[in-house]
Nanobody, 119 residues
Framework: QVQLVESGGGLVQAGGSLRLSCAAS????????MRWYRQAPGKQRELVAG???????NYADSVKGRFTISRDNAETTLYLQMDSLKPEDTAVYYC?????????????WGQGTLVTVSS
């Protein structure tokens, strides 16, 4: 079973930057999408950004123009560059990978990394 491990979270002042990474413990075949989600205290988990097999990306309106999602060519590491951070970006950030290695859909989640933005 492939595992995803996030890193790069921490405490940063408003206006600062962080880069999150999500490394897969092995190769994942037939990836459909790789995404970042976040969950703030007392709120539901929400989609932040996604990158699809063809390279198309999408972003939540709240992070457009500030966050950039990318991946390495081997599709074993996912990144989230976060600039111009705001206190409302404070959350636990999770990476998620959806693949179709056969007839079944496979979805894997990381354990999360905490991002705290101080005002």
């Amino acid at each position: 079973q492939v595992q995803l491990v996030e890193s790069g979270g921490g405490l940063v002042q408003a206006g600062g930057s962080l880069r999150l990474s999500c490394a897969a413990s092995g190769s994942i075949r037939s990836i459909n999408a790789m995404r970042w989600y976040r969950q703030a205290p007392g709120k539901q988990r929400e989609l932040v950004a996604g990158i699809f097999s063809g390279g198309t990306t999408n972003y939540a309106d709240s992070v457009k123009g500030r966050f950039t999602i990318s991946r390495d060519n081997a599709e074993t590491t996912l990144y989230l560059q976060m600039d111009s951070l705001k206190p409302e970006d404070t959350a636990v950030y999770y990476c998620n990978v959806v693949s179709y290695p056969g007839v079944s859909r496979l979805e894997v989640w990381g354990q999360g990394t905490l991002v705290t933005v101080s005002s």
